[in-house]
């Protein structure tokens, strides 16, 4: 029974992380109604969630993870929380195609779209990509092709316990904060976009805990992604900083520059042109802005200017669709 604990919540206490990880579990395991889980999700939309409280959440996915082992490479993930409301084209999905295109190994983490049209897992099923928890396949996808997708759902069950909930209530809840945090290979590097400034400081708060080199990055304009379209803060291991489009030698982008559409159509079809070379000019820049940070995050010692003319080669020279291409014929 949860009441109690809604109780106590509804009179603005908060959990201890013991106490998070096992109503997480109790949430997977399906042993609260429905209406008790909407009432648990709700109580953090209406207040921030607390590293206590995001830790216990992650630990409790993780424990009952479906674990993948890629350690044979060194592996980037690349994704956003989600939840910033902005429906922009997938820049992530294409950014970690540009990755693998410059030869670097991409353990990607998705999902549906939550609150945007269209999220990782829709647009590379809609492509045509096979979601699989099978280890030896997803080894010789990121074998032959540099990177491999994982569908959320086929590894957290308690992803999947909440999946029918999160799509009735359309909004963003605390699953969306923990989607990066829960990769189930286990990556040992991980560029991670946050919808909020005040997000950005609990992952750095966790991610220190960890052996990950990480970069998180937020959009002052509340982009969970290197928008371009205004400053941008990155936090890393190393610290942070603020940074203007002019900083990389980029163009400011306009939102509807990088808008994704209303459907899954729209959006691969965004996601097609952009790939194939026929991406408008602010498109091509806030995948490559978003692929050189990744690659930068990986390799330190690269500056981000050669960064971003190994994401440029990757994409304008086709080697992002060639590695897609590859993918979708690793059966």
């Known amino acids: 029974m949860l009441q109690p604990t809604l109780k106590r919540l509804f009179e603005y206490n908060t959990l201890s992380k013991e106490e998070a990880k096992e109503i997480l579990v109790n949430i997977t395991s399906e042993n609260y109604s429905k209406s008790e889980v909407v009432a648990f999700l709700s109580v953090f939309m209406m207040r921030s969630v607390t590293v206590e409280e995001l830790s216990g959440f992650r630990d409790g996915l993780l424990e009952q993870c479906k674990r993948v082992d ?34 670097y190994k991409v353990a990607k983490h998705g999902n549906a779209g939550v609150s945007s049209a269209c999220g990782s897992s829709n647009v590379m099923e809609y492509l045509g990509y096979q979601f699989s928890n099978d280890n030896d396949l997803l080894k010789k996808q990121i074998d032959k092709a540099g990177i491999c997708f994982m569908h959320a759902p086929l590894f957290h069950p308690a992803m999947k316990a909440v999946g029918p909930i999160r799509r009735e209530l359309g909004i963003k809840t605390f699953f969306n904060m923990l989607g990066p945090m829960v990769n189930p290979a286990n990556p040992q590097f991980q ?10 400081r609990i992952y750095q708060y966790i991610y220190q805990q960890t052996d990950t080199k990480f970069s998180i990055v937020h ?31 980029l163009p400011l982008n306009k939102p509807e520059d990088i808008f994704g559409g209303n459907t899954v159509e729209n959006s691969a079809s965004i996601f097609k042109k952009v790939l194939n070379g026929q991406g408008t000019e602010a498109q091509n820049n806030a995948v490559m802005a978003n692929a050189a940070l990744a690659i930068q995050t990986i390799d330190e010692s690269l500056s981000f200017e050669l960064c971003l003319e190994k994401a440029s080669d990757s994409l304008k020279g086709g080697k992002a669709a060639a590695t897609l291409k590859t993918l979708l014929e690793i059966v």
């Open 219 to 249: 959009s002052i304009d509340g982009y969970d992604e290197v928008s371009l379209t205004d400053a941008f803060k990155v936090i890393s291991h190393n610290g942070e900083k603020l940074l203007k489009p002019d900083d990389i030698k």
């Open 70 to 103: 890629l350690s044979d490479f060194q592996t980037i993930d690349m994704c956003g929380t989600g939840g910033d409301g902005k429906n922009t084209f997938n820049i992530s999905t294409l950014a970690s195609l540009v990755v693998a295109g410059a030869g």
């Open 191 to 200: 560029l991670v976009g946050v919808f909020s400034l005040e997000l950005a």
